[in-house]
Nanobody, 122 residues
Framework: QVQLVESGGGLVQAGGSLRLSCAAS????????MGWFRQAPGKEREFVAS????????YYADSVKGRFTISRDNAKNTVYLQMNSLQPEDTAVYYC???????????????WGQGTQVTVSS
């Protein structure tokens, strides 16, 4: 019964920036970790970043480390993904997810958003 809604995707040129947001609502939000995954056309869904409830545990995929920053505002039940220095390889549908602990595996998460498209042109 947890609902997640992503926003902030769009079309951007290589080198540009976007900020994604994911707002969570529902009766079981509690003290959950949240994460971001992405799926490019013809590819498997892959891990991007995750963050624990307190923000003390953060994981990034090697492909985005140093360029993307995950953060959260628990008062707003929202997680963010600041994406800088975007490259065409970052083009994908980005999904947020919620689960009991910060993790890199899809199976650790209990609920998913509908996704938001990010397209980076060269």
């Amino acid at each position: 019964q947890v609902q997640l809604v992503e926003s902030g995707g769009g079309l951007v040129q290589a080198g540009g920036s976007l900020r994604l947001s994911c707002a969570a609502s529902g009766r079981t939000f509690g003290t959950s970790a949240m994460g971001w995954f992405r799926q490019a056309p013809g590819k498997e869904r892959e891990f991007v970043a995750s963050i624990s409830w307190r923000g003390s545990t953060i994981y990034y995929a090697d492909s985005v480390k140093g360029r993307f920053t995950i953060s959260r505002d628990n008062a707003k039940n929202t997680v963010y993904l600041q994406m800088n220095s975007l490259q065409p390889e970052d083009t994908a549908v980005y999904y947020c997810a919620i689960g009991p602990v910060a993790a890199t595996q899809e199976g650790a998460y209990a609920a998913w958003g509908q996704g938001t498209q990010v397209t980076v042109s060269s």
